[in-house]
């Protein structure tokens, strides 16, 4: 089977003067080279069996076959388009009904808060307001799947953005995926390869061993060697609803955005209509997890596993079975002897790696079921027991350079406590104003801003978390979405990636609360910085030894060495006190001198 392979994969992959477009057309070009090969190896010659060729069938015959062979072919269609009208308008008319109930609930719940003096009443009739409308919602989203289901694991994750009511009743979509028929998947390998499945596997289990919102994942054995695999297959449906489902998004907060002006949320379907469809190209996810294979394999010591890529079509990708438990998996943590703060700061590491490393391709869908982690014994720089898997890699963006080192100058300021450079920096990074800082700072952090004004090394409170909720209640949360519709949209994946990350780190308990993986943080913004002044001090006449060049090497080396060594000192100091077991969640020093 000649079939898109780890090699031109990676050959296109390698590729940094071609866009993503690009890059999967070329794939695409290549796969349709490979499928020609295929219905060349399974075209049919004359038979070899027969001494005299077939007599040739009357005139009458063929004619009568062929008028036979229209007409059913003419209803089949007609039948197949009168289907898909009338399960079009169901799934338009479902999106179109919940919308309009919805928009009345508000409107009516709104006016009978303003003419309520109860404030304990009024916050009873919103927040009641806001679960009837989430479970409309829900069920809608339920019923009409696929990027619907996408969506609603969106939603549910936008803490910082939506109501308590409805994130929390859109949790169940993370684990209520669909699940295609293996019949169907069968067709679709046919289809889209001209090949059986039994061609080029010999074992393929039929109920996939995990199911998600686009696609879902079978066991298999490589007919040809034997090996073990995990085939990716993509919901057949999916593709042909996808326009009309992102026509829907579009309309549902387009309307939104008429009657309520002040939570406009169409940024949400215009970065949907980018994302999507290279989230449905398993050729360029192929492309994605090579790359990121590549630039990992030159830092060792981060015990990080990204599945081998053995090849790929637009909707089918076939790589390595690697298997682990989710990171959350707190008891196979602990009876493992795996040291949690020890996860927490290899997840910190990899990530900040992704957003600050040079020419770093950053995964922006890090939700808990596209990591995994397992035991290892295998002897790694770092000295890790254990690894970390990363699935899915069909949703990354690359960082401009630019804006890496204004992000990281912002971070670095956030630590330091020095407002009058984050609100500089913010500017730069998101085109922040002054009145817009704090709520931006709250977002980006995903703290309380009198704790960013102060020290965000402690840990999140129960209180903290109440007052930043009761906050959006009393009328931030419209200021938060007309600011959020403005920023560029790679610092929306950003907040999604900081924010899912953050989760995942709270999620395992450490002890050492956000310190550690601000520390790490921090020395990642330091590289960056550093690494600027180093190409500037370059771009000057002359040579690097030149002395007025080596002066200010001299120099800036000498400032990256002493917050280096301030954080070596604070997470040794950190390391101790975890081994002595001294709880350290609550110790809220910021660390100072991040001079730039």
């Not at 071609?18 to 219905?39: D, E, F, I, W």
């Not at 889209?192 to 074992?203: A, C, I, Q, V, W």
Request: proline share 4%; glycine share 6%.
């Amino acid at each position: 089977m000649k079939c898109l392979s780890i090699n031109s994969i990676g050959r296109i992959a390698n590729r940094s003067w071609t866009c993503s477009n690009c890059r999967t057309q070329l794939l695409v070009v290549h796969v349709k080279t490979g499928q020609r090969s295929l219905a060349r190896k399974y075209a049919t010659g004359s038979s070899h069996y027969s001494k005299h060729p077939p007599k040739p069938p009357k005139r009458g015959t063929v004619l009568t076959a062929a008028a036979t062979a229209a007409t059913g072919a003419g209803v089949l269609a007609f039948t197949d388009d009168i289907k898909y009208g009338y399960d079009a308008t169901e799934r338009a008319g479902r999106v179109a009904a919940a919308l309009a109930i919805c928009i009345n609930d508000y409107r009516t719940s709104l006016n009978k808060r303003d003419t309520t003096e109860d404030p304990e009443e009024q916050d009873v009739i919103l927040k009641t307001c806001h679960k009837r409308c989430a479970e409309r919602t829900l069920k809608v989203l339920e019923k009409n799947g696929g990027i619907f289901i996408k969506l609603g694991q969106h939603l549910s994750a936008m803490t910082y953005l939506l109501p308590r009511e409805w994130t929390d009743t859109f949790i169940p979509l993370q684990d209520k995926c669909p699940v295609s028929s293996f019949e169907s998947i069968e067709n679709m390998f046919r289809f889209d390869t001209g090949e059986e499945l039994k061609d080029y596997f010999s074992e393929f289990s039929e109920e996939p061993i995990g199911a998600a919102s686009l696609a879902q994942v079978h066991l298999a054995t490589v007919k040809e060697n034997g090996r073990k695999v995990a085939v990716k297959v993509q919901h057949p449906g999916l593709a042909q609803w996808a326009p009309l489902d992102l026509a829907l998004t579009k309309f549902t907060f387009s309307t939104l955005k008429k009657f309520f002006p002040e939570y406009d949320l169409e940024w949400l379907s215009s970065e949907m209509e980018v994302s999507l469809p290279q989230e449905l190209d398993f050729q360029l996810e192929a492309a994605n997890a090579i790359r990121t294979q590549q630039h990992f394999s030159q830092i060792p010591e981060l015990p990080l596993v990204i599945p081998e890529v053995l090849w790929a079509k637009k909707r089918i990708l076939v790589m390595a079975n690697e298997s682990g438990h989710r990171l959350d998996d707190l008891e196979y943590l602990d009876s493992n002897h795996i040291d949690r703060d020890e996860v927490s700061a290899t997840l910190a590491r990899i990530f900040n790696e992704m957003i600050f490393g040079k020419n770093a391709p950053l995964h922006c869908d890090p939700h808990g079921g596209n990591l995994a982690i397992r035991k290892s014994s295998r002897k790694r720089p770092g000295g890790a027991n254990f690894e970390i898997i990363i699935y899915d890699h069909g949703l990354y963006r690359d960082i401009p350079e630019t804006l890496q080192r204004s992000y990281a100058k912002m971070w670095l300021a956030v630590i330091d406590g020095d407002m009058p450079a984050m609100k500089q920096y913010a500017h730069e990074v998101a085109g922040i104003t002054d009145e817009q800082f704090p709520l931006f700072a709250s977002a980006i952090t995903g703290r309380d801003y009198t704790v960013v004004s102060s020290s965000i090394l402690k840990s999140r409170s129960d209180e903290e978390k109440k007052t930043m909720g009761d906050a959006l209640q009393e009328g931030l949360l419209s200021d938060l979405v007309t600011m959020l519709g403005q920023v560029p949209r790679v610092i929306l994946l950003i907040l999604k990636t900081n924010d899912l990350t953050r989760s995942l780190d709270e999620n395992l308990h450490t002890r050492q609360g956000p310190m550690r993986s601000f520390m790490i943080l921090a020395r990642y913004c330091a590289r960056t910085v550093f690494r600027e002044q180093v190409e500037e001090i370059k771009q000057r006449p002359g040579s690097l030894l030149w002395p007025g060049n080596a002066l200010r090497l001299i120099a800036a080396w000498m400032g990256y060495l002493r917050v280096e060594l301030k954080l070596e000192a604070f997470e040794l100091w950190l390391s101790v006190k975890r081994i002595v077991g001294m709880n350290t969640v609550h110790y809220g020093t910021a660390v100072s001198g991040f001079e730039q």
